[in-house]
Every structure is written in C-alpha cells, then in structure tokens.
C-alpha cells in the first residue's frame, strides 16, 4: 500500500458518496412535467398516477416488476393532407383537415385505445368521408366551418371514450382534380357567356323601349304645343282687336315682312290716281354712273 492510498481515498470517496446518492435519488424518485402525467404500473396493471409537477418520492420504482408512462397533456394536432372524397354529385373532391385535440383523461388514452395518434387519424379519415360524401362541392367550399362544427360533433362520442377532447376541426384546404378544374371552369365560362348574351338582349329590348315611350311623350307634347300655338294668336288678334290702329300697324309689318328683297321687287306706295304698280314696273331703270363720266 503506497503512503498515497489514504490521501486518495480521502479524496474520492466523498465523490462516490455522492454519486451513490445520485443514483438512489433518481433511482427512487420520478420527475414529473408540467402539463403532463405519469402513469405507475405494476405487472402490467395501472396502479397510480402521478400529476403534480415536481419530484416525487417513488421507492418502489427500484423493483423490476413496476414500469412507468409518461403521457403529455399538451395541446397536439392531428393533419390530413390530400383527402380525396367524392361528393354528393361523384365529383373528387381534395380537402386537407386539421384537428387540434387534448388529452383530458390519460388513463383512457392510454389503456383504452391502443395507438391513439394512428386511431385517431382513422376516426377523423372515416368521418370526413362520411360527412362530405353527402354534400356537393359548392356546399363543401362555402361551408368549411360548418362542417368543421360537424366533424367534430361526429367523432365526439368516440374521442371522449378515449379520454381525448377535440378542442378545434376545420377543413384547411378546398381543391379539384385538375382535369375537373379545367371542366368546371369551362363550364362556368360558357354560364357567363349565355348570362351576358342574355343581359345584353335585355338591355337592347328595354332600351328600345325606352325610346318608344319617349318619342310617344315627345309627339304628344309637340302635338299640345302646336295646338296652343294657335290659341295663342287667336287670343292675341282679340286683343289687338280692341286697338284697331295697333291692329292695323302689326297687319302692315305682317305684310312687309313677308317681301323677300333678295328674291323680288316690289312696287308699293302707288295711289289709284297716279302711276300702277304694274306701269311702274316697265319703266326702264337709269344705269348708274361710271367713274369715267
């Protein structure tokens, strides 16, 4: 034994002390997380759970025969991508559906249903098809919260069996085959095309109409102003009738200015006595002077 053997000991069985308690300690112990649970067996046999966060002081978890489960209580989801379903019309119909669920209950979840997460996956498989199955398309694309409300209503009843609450289910993505797309937009396309022909014809006929009225109201107006018009003067001459020198000044200038100058030549003012209008008329006329004379 070397002289060094006690000082080495000395040294390294403080840290062995140490190391064997650390040992018992988690060898007696389970740590438990937040927003999850630890379930204790015993031969296979669920025997206690442990929820409260912290350490806890287990003893008998040292012997071979008890196991432990650890199970979160997280908030998960659940995504199915690319569901294709045929609906109500047999057109195929691609819908992506999230489900985000919890586990309320971990005994249930983990005792009564084997492979929660891929069961779960079923169920909500199995509803979607059943559900969108008796809808067409249009209903599946204006309705995806609706049928979120319930999808979740249908798989309630199984999930609470397994100790599972589903706190959200919508439909995430709409979609068609693409061959489907193109038919449906075709389709959509000559829908809009008859609808514009149609409007136009509409809009053609009531335009026409319009104008009948409107040339029926304009000649009925026109027809009524033409008729006062008449009234007018009558009216007029009854009260220059009154004034006969008045009536006798407007027949004059009535008579003037129906003489077209540029057009005739006219021969007034020629009394019975004197020259007549028609001797006047055959008087030669004088030309005018030249510059040179």
Same mark, same amino acid.
């Given at each position: 034994?070397?002289?060094?053997?006690? =000082?080495? =000991?000395?040294? !390294?069985?403080?840290?062995?002390?140490? =190391?064997?308690?650390?040992?018992?300690?988690?060898?007696?112990?389970?740590?438990?997380?937040?927003?999850?649970?630890?379930?204790?067996?015993?031969?296979? $046999? /669920?025997?206690?759970?442990? $929820?409260?966060?912290?350490? %806890?002081?287990?003893?008998?978890?040292?012997?071979?025969?008890?196991?432990?489960?650890? %199970?979160?209580?997280?908030?998960?989801?659940?995504?199915?991508?690319?569901? /294709?379903?045929?609906?109500?019309?047999?057109?195929?119909? #691609?819908?992506?559906?999230? #489900?985000?669920?919890?586990? #309320?209950?971990?005994?249930?979840?983990?005792?009564?249903?084997?492979?929660?997460?891929?069961?779960?996956?079923?169920?909500?498989? /199995?509803?979607?098809?059943? @559900? @969108?199955?008796?809808?067409? !398309?249009?209903?599946?694309?204006?309705?995806?919260?609706?049928?979120?409300?319930?999808?979740?209503?249908?798989?309630?009843?199984?999930?609470?069996?397994?100790?599972?609450?589903?706190?959200?289910?919508?439909?995430?993505?709409?979609?068609?085959?693409?061959?489907?797309?193109?038919?449906?937009?075709?389709?959509?396309?000559?829908?809009?095309?008859?609808?514009?022909?149609?409007?136009?014809? %509409?809009?053609?006929?009531?335009?026409?109409? #319009?104008?009948?009225?409107?040339?029926?109201?304009?000649?009925?107006?026109?027809?009524?102003?033409?008729?006062?018009?008449? =009234?007018?003067?009558?009216?007029?001459?009854?009260?220059?009738?009154?004034?006969?020198?008045?009536?006798?000044?407007?027949?004059?200038?009535?008579?003037?200015?129906? @003489?077209?100058? /540029?057009?005739?030549?006219? !021969?007034?003012?020629?009394?019975?006595?004197?020259?007549?209008?028609?001797?006047?008329?055959?008087?030669?006329?004088?030309?005018?002077?030249?510059?040179?004379?």
């Amino acid at each position: 034994m070397t002289p060094y053997f006690p =000082l080495a =000991l000395g040294l !390294f069985a403080p840290l062995a002390i140490a =190391l064997g308690l650390w040992l018992l300690l988690r060898a007696t112990t389970v740590e438990v997380e937040d927003e999850a649970v630890v379930l204790v067996e015993q031969f296979g $046999k /669920h025997v206690a759970t442990l $929820k409260d966060p912290g350490l %806890v002081w287990l003893p008998s978890r040292m012997l071979p025969w008890v196991s432990l489960k650890h %199970v979160s209580l997280r908030r998960d989801f659940l995504q199915l991508s690319e569901v /294709h379903v045929a609906d109500r019309q047999g057109t195929t119909v #691609i819908v992506d559906v999230w #489900i985000d669920y919890r586990i #309320i209950d971990p005994v249930k979840a983990e005792y009564a249903v084997a492979h929660l997460h891929e069961s779960l996956h079923s169920l909500v498989m /199995h509803a979607t098809l059943s @559900l @969108l199955g008796r809808r067409t !398309f249009y209903e599946i694309l204006c309705d995806r919260s609706e049928l979120g409300e319930l999808l979740k209503s249908d798989i309630r009843t199984d999930t609470e069996r397994w100790g599972v609450a589903i706190e959200l289910a919508f439909l995430q993505k709409v979609s068609l085959l693409p061959e489907v797309s193109s038919r449906i937009l075709s389709t959509i396309a000559a829908r809009l095309g008859r609808a514009r022909a149609e409007l136009l014809e %509409v809009g053609r006929l009531a335009v026409a109409s #319009i104008e009948a009225e409107t040339s029926v109201k304009v000649a009925t107006l026109m027809a009524e102003a033409k008729g006062q018009y008449p =009234l007018a003067i009558g009216r007029a001459m009854t009260q220059l009738g009154a004034e006969p020198k008045v009536l006798a000044a407007y027949n004059e200038l009535y008579r003037l200015s129906l @003489l077209r100058p /540029h057009r005739s030549t006219a !021969f007034i003012g020629f009394g019975e006595d004197g020259l007549r209008a028609a001797e006047a008329a055959m008087i030669p006329q004088t030309p005018p002077p030249t510059a040179s004379s």
